[in-house]
């Protein structure tokens, strides 16, 4: 999800960009702004910030593990062929 700092700041952009008769309800129209844009991305398939980097250390304990266990099978290989030369 977006940072919502940066959705507020979309939102008064937009508010701001509000002609000088329309200012009254600047304020309505810039929670309902948020609301929308809010509504919108949360229906896209993104992840939080959270989520990607504790799955990215999900990856890199996974891949180390698999690095082990590539070179311990080596070895037991290297070790099964020298017993039967």
Request: net charge negative; charged share 30%; no cysteine.
């Amino acid at each position: 999800m977006l940072d919502p700092k940066k959705l507020e700041d979309i939102a008064k952009q937009i508010s701001n960009a509000v002609p000088p008769g329309v200012k009254s309800m600047a304020g309505e129209a810039e929670q309902r702004i948020k609301q929308v844009l809010q509504s919108q991305l949360s229906k896209l398939d993104f992840v939080s910030r959270e989520e990607f980097d504790v799955q990215s250390q999900v990856l890199i304990r996974t891949r180390e593990k698999l690095e082990a266990m590539e070179a311990r099978i080596a070895e037991l290989e290297k070790q099964h062929s020298g017993g039967n030369a």
